[in-house]
């Protein structure tokens, strides 16, 4: 089993070599997700009525469902731990709808990595071959260690799978930024153009968010990614002919003046793993639809014409090492001519500069 890398296959593994060990007749093996909600039900002879049937009203009876909460490592609870037998027969759970199944005895197998719940395994036995020993309980317990330890490694294998996938698109277009969500919009991948784009929404200077002390500025995934993403999911969970909803787009203007296209999807079926969906967030700065009016500049600043050189660069998003090296000059070179400009201009900072620019007209149209 420790070979798998598929987890279908390893829990179908898992529940064949159990039944042959404890000659069970029906079993069933749950995945969580990460919020610890038991999803992706596979069993072994349970018929899918019953399933329905447990889903739709049975549940709620039981007693199985107390055994929840963050408690630390791994759990195994068998019925007689949570009811009283002799009340617990005569209950309309147990004869309308274990009984028919040739359910009497129940031992579930919490299967957890430290507070973090991978799955739950149901072990169910007919009151003719009689309840788990205690040598088998000792056997589920030697189990338990290698189980958990091969669903982490098949999702940490899972997630190399996507992100080199995610590589491989991101690479045919670097210039964008990547942010990928998993089906409960926790973060799977971001490329570097994203983290850069979470920068700039954290930095005080663009009044968005103070960040805490010892906290990355690309730690938090914006609301409005969120909100773009839960609403493509409900969408999705709607369609009954399982029709991707189409991208949600939007632009997004930031207080330096500059102006980001985002666009939400959900991932295409050939990029999503073992049925799951995932979302990619992509961002892409707007480029200028307006240039520096070099007239205008001359005429309101009295700037020089090596003074006008670098402002376009600058105008254009260039860095000052970027501007030295296109301009052939040094960097502290570009860095004497910036405090002249701003001298000039009068202001502080290049956010200012851009909007004195703007403020003064001295943009036109791009042609």
């Known amino acids: 089993m420790g070979t798998c890398l598929n987890k279908d296959i390893f829990r179908q593994r898992v529940l064949d070599m159990l039944s042959k060990i404890f000659h069970m007749e029906n079993s069933i093996f749950f995945l969580a997700d990460e919020n610890s909600k038991l999803i992706n039900f596979m069993g072994k002879n349970v018929e899918e009525k019953y399933f329905r049937e447990f889903r739709n009203y049975y549940y709620q009876f039981d007693p199985f469902k107390l055994v929840q909460g963050s408690f630390y490592g791994n759990r195994i609870v068998s019925l007689e731990?949570?009811?009283?037998?002799s009340s617990f027969l005569d209950s309309e759970y147990y004869n309308d709808f274990l009984r028919p199944q040739r359910i009497h005895y129940k031992t579930c197998v919490y299967l957890k990595s430290g507070k973090e719940l991978l799955g739950v395994v149901g072990?169910?036995?007919?009151?003719?071959?009689?309840?788990?020993?205690?040598?088998?309980?000792?056997?589920?317990?030697?189990?338990?260690p290698y189980l958990?330890?091969?669903?982490?490694?098949?999702?940490?294998?899972?997630?190399?799978?996507?992100?080199?996938?995610?590589?491989?698109?991101?690479?045919?277009?670097?210039?964008?930024?990547?942010?990928?969500?998993?089906?409960?919009?926790?973060?799977?991948?971001?490329?570097?153009?994203?983290?850069?784009?979470?920068?700039?929404?954290?930095?005080?200077?663009?009044g968005r968010r103070k960040l805490d002390k010892g906290e990355n500025s690309y730690s938090f995934i914006p609301s409005l990614f969120m909100e773009d993403c839960q609403h493509l999911r409900e969408q999705r969970e709607k369609s009954s002919f399982g029709i991707t909803p189409l991208p949600i787009k939007r632009i997004l203007s930031l207080s330096n003046y500059k102006k980001y296209r985002?666009?939400?999807?959900?991932?295409?079926?050939?990029?999503?793993?073992?049925?799951?969906?995932?979302y990619l967030v992509r961002i892409d700065e707007v480029t200028?639809?307006?240039?520096?009016?070099?007239?205008?500049?001359?005429?309101?600043?009295?700037?020089?014409?090596?003074?006008?050189?670098?402002?376009?660069?600058?105008?254009?998003?260039?860095?000052?090492?970027?501007?030295?090296?296109?301009?052939?000059?040094?960097?502290?070179?570009?860095?004497?001519?910036?405090?002249?400009?701003?001298?000039?201009?009068?202001?502080?900072?290049?956010?200012?500069l851009i909007r004195k620019i703007i403020e003064y007209k001295c943009t036109k149209p791009q042609t």
């Open 262 to 278: 985002l666009c939400s999807q959900i991932l295409t079926k050939g990029m999503s793993l073992e049925n799951r969906f995932f």
């Open 123 to 144: 072990l169910f036995r007919p009151k003719e071959f009689g309840n788990f020993s205690e040598k088998e309980i000792r056997i589920i317990k030697l189990l338990i």
């Open 288 to 352: 200028h639809d307006v240039t520096l009016d070099i007239s205008a500049l001359e005429i309101n600043f009295c700037l020089t014409k090596r003074e006008i050189e670098i402002l376009v660069n600058l105008f254009d998003g260039l860095k000052n090492a970027e501007i030295a090296g296109k301009l052939f000059i040094s960097e502290i070179t570009v860095k004497k001519h910036l405090q002249h400009i701003f001298e000039k201009i009068g202001v502080k900072s290049r956010t200012a």
């Open 81 to 85: 731990d949570l009811v009283d037998s």
């Open 148 to 206: 958990c330890q091969t669903l982490k490694n098949i999702e940490i294998f899972r997630k190399i799978q996507l992100e080199n996938s995610v590589l491989k698109m991101t690479n045919r277009d670097s210039s964008s930024g990547f942010i990928i969500l998993n089906d409960c919009l926790g973060l799977v991948h971001m490329n570097n153009k994203a983290k850069h784009f979470l920068k700039i929404l954290a930095d005080p200077d663009h």
